[in-house]
């Protein structure tokens, strides 16, 4: 599994359309997690964050409108992008759903290659890299595409590991990033590595940032983790 497989959380108490979105989904080359309910899941999101959450707006117990709600009024998982799937197709149901914080709103019975497009774009807003987009953080370039890291007027060269932890801060620079989450993230979830190794990395990541005399701009928040800037 690709380190840096894009994660979509599919959220769907219909089982026949569970399946049926993860099977495309998988096809399209994103991992996913799937879960019947609102409540399992949140537990999902809070043990392995995704990038995208499809999330249907009837589902028991909780509404899909109440999940998103509490995505996004929580600093840690507001930046998850949303896409809302419902019946219900008059324009004020779009409305409150998209004012809910849904970052986009799909009406049932919809089209698989629509909302495989729909998820894509939606990447391409919170993950830029896995789409070869350039990122740009102070004076720090990073070409996600011909794997080019520049600082300044210098070249810098970076191992794998540490191209890809960069890359990660620069997605989302302030988002404190816990240990655990990096190990995913930047390692994959099917590969067993110390939560140390991270801090061996961070160390040779910021070695290299700062080798002609730039200011870190790695920060480490004591007890959580680490961000960029």
């Not at 620069?170 to 990033?177: A, C, D, H, N, S």
Request: a negative charge; one cysteine or more; hydrophobic letters at 40%.
């Amino acid at each position: 599994m690709s380190a840096q497989q894009p994660h979509v959380l599919i959220v769907e108490d219909e089982p026949a359309q569970r399946e049926v979105l993860a099977y495309n989904l998988e096809a399209e080359g994103f991992r996913t997690s799937r879960a019947e309910d609102g409540e399992e899941g949140l537990m999902l999101m809070a043990e392995d964050p995704p990038d995208v959450i499809v999330l249907d707006w009837m589902l028991p117990s909780v509404s899909g409108i109440e999940i998103c709600r509490r995505i996004k009024m929580n600093p840690a998982t507001r930046g998850i992008a949303v896409i809302m799937l419902s019946a219900r197709s008059e324009e004020v149901d779009r409305v409150r759903g998209l004012e809910t914080g849904a970052d986009d709103y799909v009406v049932k019975p919809y089209s698989v290659s629509e909302l495989m497009a729909r998820v894509r774009s939606q990447l391409r807003r919170v993950r830029p890299t896995t789409v070869g987009q350039v990122l740009t953080f102070d004076d720090i370039m990073l070409d996600a595409e011909t794997h080019r890291v520049t600082r300044g007027d210098a070249t810098l060269k970076l191992g794998p590991t540490e191209f890809r932890l960069l890359s990660t801060f620069m997605e989302k620079p302030g988002r404190v990033w816990s240990r655990d989450q990096l190990l995913d993230r930047v390692w994959g979830r099917d590969i067993y590595v110390d939560t140390r190794t991270v801090d061996v990395h961070v160390g040779r990541l910021r070695k290299v940032l700062t080798q002609n005399g730039g200011d870190d701009p790695v920060r480490t928040v004591r007890g959580a983790g680490y961000a960029l800037g």
